[in-house]
């Protein structure tokens, strides 16, 4: 098999001609390519030299861009496509399977197999492991497509008690302390800092004490759901209903569950669906009901964050060390951990 082309350059939609072979990659758009920071000329002589059918090829070009978009644990990579909420991950290719996991629209996961019927594809997503629909998930190319407009850049946090600072300097204000692990979207890489979007507000942090990268979103436990014992009815039901709104939209000054709302919004919402009416501003609301202790802390519980002096944001306590809350125009209404930044105060709306 002749080969002529060593190399893809990735405009638009580019077509590579590999003998007579006719194979189309996706575009790498303005979004992927600010997120890979790197050219989007894709080295594969090595692999097209020993392709020997279409199927070789693909798999080898596929394996290209994955890699140039640096998407660590996606061999065969799958889009998950939904109109709304989320698709059930179950531990069997049946709708009788145990859920153990749910993951929503354009988050990506890795394809394992095939059922034979073709109706299951058994992935893995994040921790999840398990099977879903097939009709759900785009594969093979149309995925690669897919993923060029959905990867967004993020900054992962490598030590614990990062400062968060409002300006790119060792002399500006600390806007936030946030710990391992925790990944905030980047808006712009410095020479020595990274400015990030800190639930809807700028900040910076150093560049040394964290790994920048490109990532798809994936899916979510369900440990991520779990409540501790001793919990009342209205408190588990405040809980479940607040976590059925995640993907949905932030819109600043919104206190729509459906159409968007920004943090204190979100919050005023589900607490107006249980007859408590709360003011739509975290500050003030940071002064409602009683002030609680993080480790008293029980699903329906508000957590805010901030500084002492200023509270900028607020978000529900669901249980099992995670909060739900909008937090801003790209992400939406999320969950994450009740550490993902430093909670400065904690209070208890509901009475029981």
């Given at each position: 098999?002749?080969?002529h082309?060593?190399?893809?350059?990735v405009k638009?939609?580019?077509?590579?001609?590999?003998g007579?072979?006719?194979?189309a990659?996706?575009a790498?758009?303005?979004?992927?390519?600010?997120?890979l920071?790197?050219?989007?000329?894709?080295?594969?002589t090595?692999?097209?030299a020993?392709?020997?059918?279409?199927?070789?090829v693909?798999?080898?070009i596929s394996?290209?861009?994955?890699t140039?978009?640096?998407?660590d644990?996606?061999?065969?990579?799958?889009?998950?496509v939904?109109?709304?909420?989320?698709?059930?991950?179950r531990?069997?290719a049946?709708?009788?399977?145990?859920?153990?996991?749910?993951i929503?629209?354009?988050?990506?996961?890795d394809?394992i197999?095939?059922?034979?019927?073709?109706?299951?594809?058994?992935i893995?997503?994040?921790?999840v492991e398990?099977?879903?629909?097939?009709?759900?998930?785009?594969?093979?190319?149309?995925?690669?497509?897919?993923?060029?407009?959905?990867?967004?850049?993020?900054a992962?946090?490598?030590?614990?008690?990062?400062r968060?600072?409002?300006?790119?300097?060792?002399?500006?204000e600390?806007?936030?302390?946030?710990?391992s692990?925790?990944?905030?979207?980047?808006?712009?890489?410095?020479?020595?800092w990274?400015?990030i979007?800190l639930?809807?507000?700028?900040?910076?942090?150093?560049?040394?004490?964290?790994?920048?990268?490109?990532?798809?979103d994936?899916?979510?436990?369900?440990?991520e759901?779990?409540?501790?014992?001793?919990?009342?009815?209205?408190?588990?039901?405040?809980?479940?209903?607040?976590?059925?709104?995640?993907?949905?939209?932030y819109?600043?000054?919104?206190?729509s569950?459906?159409?968007?709302?920004?943090?204190?919004?979100?919050?005023?919402?589900?607490f107006?669906n249980?007859?408590?009416?709360?003011?739509?501003?975290?500050?003030?609301?940071?002064?409602?009901?009683?002030?609680?202790?993080?480790?008293?802390?029980k699903?329906g519980?508000?957590?805010?964050?901030?500084?002492?002096?200023?509270?900028?944001?607020?978000a529900?306590?669901?249980?099992?060390?995670?909060?739900?809350?909008a937090?801003?125009?790209?992400v939406?209404?999320t969950?994450?951990?009740?550490y993902?930044?430093?909670?400065?105060?904690?209070?208890r709306?509901?009475?029981?």
């Open positions: 098999m002749d080969h082309w060593n190399r893809i350059i638009g939609m580019a077509a590579v001609l590999t007579t072979i006719l194979i990659v996706p790498l758009d303005a979004q992927a390519s600010g997120a920071g790197s050219s989007t000329t894709i080295g594969i090595g692999q097209l020993q392709a020997e059918s279409a199927e070789a693909e798999n080898a394996e290209a861009v994955l140039s978009f640096g998407l644990g996606y061999s065969n990579l799958g889009i998950v939904v109109s709304e909420g989320k698709v059930n991950i531990d069997s049946s709708t009788d399977g145990k859920i153990v996991g749910k929503g629209n354009e988050a990506g996961c394809v197999a095939e059922s034979e019927d073709g109706e299951w594809l058994q893995k997503s994040g921790e398990g099977y879903i629909k097939a009709e759900y998930v785009l594969t093979g190319s149309e995925a690669l497509d897919k993923a060029s407009s959905l990867l967004k850049t993020v992962e946090v490598t030590t614990d008690g990062l968060v600072r409002t300006e790119p300097s060792m002399d500006s600390i806007l936030d302390i946030v710990g692990g925790q990944s905030f979207d980047v808006i712009e890489e410095l020479d020595e990274v400015k979007d639930d809807g507000e700028d900040g910076y942090i150093y560049k040394e004490y964290v790994e920048v990268g490109a990532k798809l994936e899916a979510l436990t369900i440990s759901v779990l409540y501790g014992e001793g919990v009342s009815d209205v408190r588990v039901a405040i809980a479940d209903f607040a976590k059925q709104y995640i993907g949905n939209p819109v600043w000054g919104g206190t569950l459906t159409k968007g709302a920004d943090c204190s919004g979100f919050v005023l919402a589900v107006k249980y007859g408590i009416s709360l003011p739509h501003s975290s500050k003030a609301q940071a002064n409602c009901g009683t002030t609680i202790s993080l480790s008293d802390l699903p519980d508000l957590v805010f964050y901030g500084s002492r002096s200023s509270i900028n944001h607020v529900i306590y669901v249980g099992g060390g995670q909060v739900v809350h937090s801003n125009e790209r939406g209404i969950i994450s951990s009740l993902y930044r430093t909670p400065v105060k904690a209070v709306i509901i009475n029981d």
